[in-house]
T-cell receptor
Framework: EAGVAQSPRYKIIEKRQSVAFWCNPISGHATLYWYQQILGQGPKLLIQFQNNGVVDDSQLPKDRFSAERLKGVDSTLKIQPAKLEDSAVYLC????????????FGPGTRLTVT | GQNIDQPTEMTATEGAIVQINCTYQTSGFNGLFWYQQHAGEAPTFLSYNVLDGLEEKGRFSSFLSRSKGYSYLLLKELQMKDSASYLCAVRGAGNNRKLIWGLGTSLAVNP
């Protein structure tokens, strides 16, 4: 079974530039999550999708972050414009709905904003 | 508010046993997870507890007491490869079942 795929793995941009991350979840996983993980901290949920609908985006800084999952499979997360404090690893995870609670994580995208 | 506490760092010796504690205060409870995260890698699932008691899986065991808001992860026969961060996460109430994550415990296993 293929795992969660993410790209790019690394990205370096200057502040005020834009960046986009891509995620392809495990086939059949209806729930998709985007997390931000700052070095030395636990993951922070940015947005959760159930199929192509948003379930929770309460911690998404909507003035600069946006995410979509138009066809209920792949998802993109965009930051525009980036700030220095956005430097972090952006993790995508997916899970089956209902009684299968385990989240499977992708390798993450390490973003450095200079 | 919602809060998860776990020690920041722990050190243990190869072959020994280590217990990593996690206490939580959350609005609603639908299970507690332990994940392992090696440096530079994504978290990987270790265990899930939703009922009180001990769940054993090979060298790793996880315990839950819902009345005390307490869990621990027990690692036996430590190996060097167990050096990693161990994340405690609680699944909250509501339809979205959001995970609330602790900051992680960085475990160093020394020879």
């Amino acid at each position: 079974e293929a795992g969660v795929a993410q790209s790019p793995r690394y990205k370096i941009i200057e502040k005020r530039q834009s960046v986009a991350f891509w995620c392809n979840p495990i086939s059949g996983h209806a729930t998709l999550y985007w997390y931000q993980q700052i070095l030395g901290q636990g993951p922070k949920l940015l947005i959760q999708f159930q199929n192509n609908g948003v379930v929770d985006d309460s911690q998404l800084p909507k003035d600069r972050f946006s995410a979509e999952r138009l066809k209920g499979v792949d998802s993109t997360l965009k930051i525009q414009p980036a700030k220095l404090e956005d430097s972090a690893v952006y993790l995508c995870a997916s899970s089956l709905p209902g009684a299968h609670p385990e989240q499977y994580f992708g390798p993450g995208t390490r973003l450095t904003v200079t | 508010g919602q809060n998860i506490d776990q020690p920041t760092e722990m050190t243990a010796t190869e072959g020994a046993i280590v217990q990593i504690n996690c206490t939580y205060q959350t609005s609603g409870f639908n299970g507690l997870f332990w994940y392992q995260q090696h440096a530079g890698e994504a978290p990987t699932f270790l265990s899930y507890n939703v009922l009180d008691g001990l769940e054993e899986k090979g060298r790793f065991s996880s315990f839950l007491s819902r009345s005390k808001g307490y869990s621990y992860l027990l690692l036996k026969e430590l190996q060097m490869k167990d050096s990693a961060s161990y994340l405690c996460a609680v699944r909250g109430a509501g339809n979205n079942r959001k995970l609330i994550w602790g900051l992680g415990t960085s475990l160093a296993v020394n020879p």
